[in-house]
């Protein structure tokens, strides 16, 4: 049976006079008396309106709402609801309707309440805590095997710095020859060459930096931001330059540091851009806008490395004023953090060994036990683990873990790299530590990385209270210095699809793979899971200089390097 409001036959026509204009002539009008015949049909056809109760009759717009209010429904609050009783009425809200779309039978309760509403409830707060919550250095693996890797050769000189895309597709390097290559992460192949650019005129006619669309010298750093929107580069002509991925093209040439800029960090999920510079300042940018933001002071010697994560913070590395300072942007602060070994006086005085000087720190008891103290006369690199936490490498070969709420490290490791022999006329056969030339987290993750001269990729892993940290069993095998290093997550898909993944597993197993050895090697298996890459930058100099060399004769190649690593259940 239709319903009543419909059984109406009776048209209704808008009358001119029920509209009321806002201003002018017509409102004059509306002044005056209606006539009677307009008053007889308006009050007419409120009746009809208003009349009701028998069947076929207009029912009143009151009738239309419902008797009872559920006060389960999220649109209706009850006046005396607190904000917590709120917040908690439509969580229950949520459950129901995740339970109602998903379990439809490919689901039992356990796994549904365990797996799925508690992964969805609690990965948006986990991201954007601050804290370390992926727990998976004891599942990492390698993915294939140990010989699964990219190395990209194309730079004539050492490669300074490499960054991967966390969609798993682009790769790109920067060389001291002044160039940027972009990479095909699922072929392999050289897709773009951004190759250095001499400016134009001589003498004073000489064409002004900002006019060129490229670097005109070394470049030492790279930056990729977390959306793989933008690229931002940096070296010796004191320009960090601003690249459109997408385009492949030049976007623009920022200007302002005084000298060489030596490190570079895009904020996690933003694209504030942080420049680090030998001028012993800090500059922040707004690559959405292409706009400079401001200026930081503070470091007494040229900063040598530069780290950020999602939060409006900053860390950086003094290298030779030896302190490490977390900069509070937003708060215009920076905290100093002083590294280098203390004489005994100090640390006594300070607390840190008894009057007999022995140590009172259990954990550096155990580093210290039987090995040689190196004085740390330069920090060159840190990392972010979290928004509290931090890393730093320096020269004496020690990894420093650090808490802002502490201004002594919390845990060392000496000689993370070994030592270094080679001889003396004086002093005859002489042993040094090798530097820590470059430090990568997995940001929020109990995984890093390290890297010096020795030959190796070193992988550590944090123990669950963040108060040390041990090596773990794989390391990876390289030829050359580590120059820079990254930790990203992809997804699997486009890795494990790789050609040259592909070809690597093959040559292991000398011939076309079958299905059972695929699956164990992990080449098809966990296509919808995600993957660690360790991006790194090998060379046979250092970065920013030329201090040292690792010839060709020795094996060592400019090349960037991909290896991926499997994250086990």
Known sequence: MPDAFFANSKKRKRSSSSIVPSSGKSAKRLKQPLPSTSRTQKRRKDEELSSGGSEGSVIDDEDLRADEVDPGLSGEEDANETAAEKRLRLAKLYLDSVKTTLAEGEFDAADLDREIISSRLQQDVLQHSGKVHLFIAEKISYAGSSNSRLITRGHRLSVTGAAASENGHHLFTCSKDG?????????????????????KGKGKQRARQEDIDGHSDELWALSLSSDGKYLATGGKDRRVGVWDVEKGAWLKGFRGHKDSISALAFRKGSSQLYSASHDRSVRLFDISVLGFV???FGHQDRIADIDALRGETALTAGSRDKTVRFWKVADETQIVFRGGTKSVLREVLEGALDADGDDLMEEDTKRRKGKQNFVEGSMECVAMVDETTFLSGGDSGTISLWSTAKKKPIFKYQLAHGLAE????TEGR?????WVTAIATLPYSDLFVSGSWDGYIRLWRLDRGLKSFEPMDMMIPINGIVNSLQLVQTPSGPITDAAWMKVA?????DGEPDAQTR???GIDSGKGSRMVLVVAAIGQEPRTGRWLRVAA???????????PLRVGS
């Open 179 to 199: 160039s940027v290559i972009h990479w095909d992460l699922r072929t392999g192949k050289q897709k773009t060459t951004f190759a250095k650019v001499a400016p």
């Open 294 to 296: 401001e200026q930081l």
């Open 422 to 425: 080679h001889h003396s006329e």
């Open 553 to 563: 004769s020795e094996g060592a190649k400019n090349c960037g390097l991909v290896v």
């Open 430 to 434: 002489v042993s040094n530590p090798r």
């Open 519 to 521: 699956q164990t090697n």
């Open 505 to 509: 597993a093959e040559e292991e197993h």
